[in-house]
């Protein structure tokens, strides 16, 4: 299953009304005979939030997602590019990454003017390798599987420092809402938690982070991020010894320049939301992490924040969401409900509780899982 995100927790809001396509399943075919000189033997729907995803199966033989981009992100073609450059350049690597197939006139993105109801657009059109796996999401979150998201994601950044494209300096996304960096801007959208207890928590964290963290962002490790490494975007498939091994990374529609310490917290904190016992989830993360790139002092006095940063950003933009699609009121804070209580009781713990588990649990797991682990690796600066 490819679910592309966690709706309303990796998503920037729509920037414009009926900016997201709607393509009947006759449109689609007509798209892949046309542009990829394939016919469709199935067409299913799959889940996005501002985009539009199908599951192809062809007559010739295979089956592909194809990505409709909304026409919002569409105007900036060079980003979705530089996103499936990545994605080829990573699957290159040996990472299980999806690729896409270049149309009949050999372009990997295609621009296409399509109505969709409320009259002609411009959508970028892109047909993907499928991957086989289910999400993390659905199988039992073991500390093994949540090592290998940890060391998958390191794994994943370290590589994606090798790659070279002449317009890489696109992934300096200013103001860029799902960056780290930009969780000052948060304040713009507290008005959506008036009323809310956890406005106090959230407003507090925003405080922390402009005295404690802003000032260590020159001691912190620059890279490129994939910026939404969800239980959601993560596929697996059963291994050979009872547990699973990572299939497919999915979703880099929120890469940017960031920093490695970044691509942490989002992993775990992302790997909280449906885990019963969400405060054992940084351990092992932080152990398959570190069995790749080992944190340097201003990165693991960050770790603790940076997390509950990135709650706060999930947490706000998800009560945004739902003035923008009141009809999705209910699935939504469903989602936002869960994690105010991982925000909550990280926060009522405390820095120095909750990082003595996190780093002790680390500590118990990586011998256990890889006995060579904590070198410092080629190409970290």
């Known amino acids: 299953m490819h679910v592309v995100t966690l709706a309303g927790f990796s998503t920037a809001p729509m920037s414009t009304a009926n900016t997201k396509p709607n393509l009947s399943h006759l449109q689609v075919s007509e798209l892949v005979k046309r542009l990829y000189g394939l016919t469709p033997s199935q067409i299913h729907p799959l889940p996005s939030y501002d985009d539009q995803n199908f599951h192809v199966l062809?007559?010739?033989?295979?089956?592909?997602?194809?990505?409709?981009?909304?026409?919002?992100?569409?105007?900036?073609?060079?980003?979705?590019?530089?996103?499936?450059?990545?994605?080829?350049?990573?699957?290159?690597r040996r990472l299980p990454s999806q690729t896409a197939l270049p149309t009949t006139t050999g372009h990997v993105l295609s621009l296409e003017d399509i109505d969709c109801g409320f009259g002609k657009q411009k959508y970028l059109v892109r047909l993907l390798t499928y991957l086989p796996g289910t999400t993390i999401a659905?199988?039992?979150?073991?500390?093994?599987?949540?090592?290998?998201?940890?060391?998958?994601?390191?794994?994943?950044?370290?590589?994606?420092?090798?790659?070279?494209?002449?317009?890489?300096h696109v992934l300096n996304r200013e103001n860029f809402i799902w960056s780290?960096?930009?969780?000052?801007?948060?304040?713009?959208?507290?008005?959506?938690?008036?009323?809310?207890?956890?406005?106090?928590?959230?407003?507090?964290?925003?405080?922390?982070?402009?005295?404690?963290?802003?000032?260590?962002?020159?001691?912190?490790r620059k890279c490129i991020n994939h910026g939404d490494f969800n239980d959601h975007n993560i596929l697996v498939q059963p291994d050979n010894l009872g547990g699973y091994k990572i299939s497919g990374i999915l979703d880099f529609g929120d890469m940017s320049n960031g920093?490695?310490?970044?691509?942490?917290?989002?992993?775990?904190?992302?790997?909280?939301?449906?885990?019963p016992?969400?405060?054992?989830?940084?351990?092992?993360?932080?152990?398959?992490?570190?069995?790749?790139?080992?944190?340097?002092?201003?990165?693991?006095?960050?770790?603790?924040?940076?997390v509950l940063c990135r709650f706060c950003q999930s947490l706000v933009m998800a009560r945004h969401t739902v003035t923008q699609q009141q009809e999705n009121e209910e699935y939504l804070m469903i989602?936002?409900?869960?994690?105010?209580?991982?925000?909550?009781?990280?926060?009522?713990?405390?820095?120095?509780?909750?990082?003595?588990h996190w780093f002790d649990s680390a500590a118990h797991y990586l011998p256990r899982m890889d006995p060579v682990a904590m070198v410092e690796p080629k190409g970290v600066q």
């Open 138 to 168: 659905k199988v039992p979150c073991s500390p093994q599987i949540l090592y290998e998201a940890g060391k998958m994601a390191a794994k994943m950044d370290l590589a994606l420092q090798e790659m070279e494209h002449p317009q890489l």
């Open 58 to 92: 062809v007559s010739e033989g295979g089956q592909y997602v194809l990505k409709i981009t909304n026409s919002a992100d569409s105007q900036n073609p060079t980003v979705l590019e530089v996103q499936t450059v990545a994605m080829s350049f990573l699957f290159q």
């Open 335 to 356: 989602t936002a409900r869960t994690g105010i209580r991982h925000l909550c009781q990280l926060w009522e713990m405390g820095k120095e509780e909750v990082e003595r």
């Open 259 to 275: 920093y490695y310490i970044y691509e942490l917290a989002i992993t775990i904190m992302y790997m909280m939301i449906e885990n």
């Open 180 to 220: 780290l960096s930009s969780i000052p801007l948060l304040e713009r959208y507290l008005y959506v938690m008036d009323g809310d207890p956890v406005q106090v928590v959230i407003k507090a964290v925003l405080q922390q982070y402009k005295t404690q963290l802003q000032p260590k962002l020159s001691s912190f």
């Open 277 to 306: 016992t969400p405060l054992d989830v940084g351990g092992p993360v932080l152990a398959g992490w570190e069995s790749i790139i080992p944190l340097n002092e201003a990165e693991r006095d960050s770790l603790y924040l940076l």
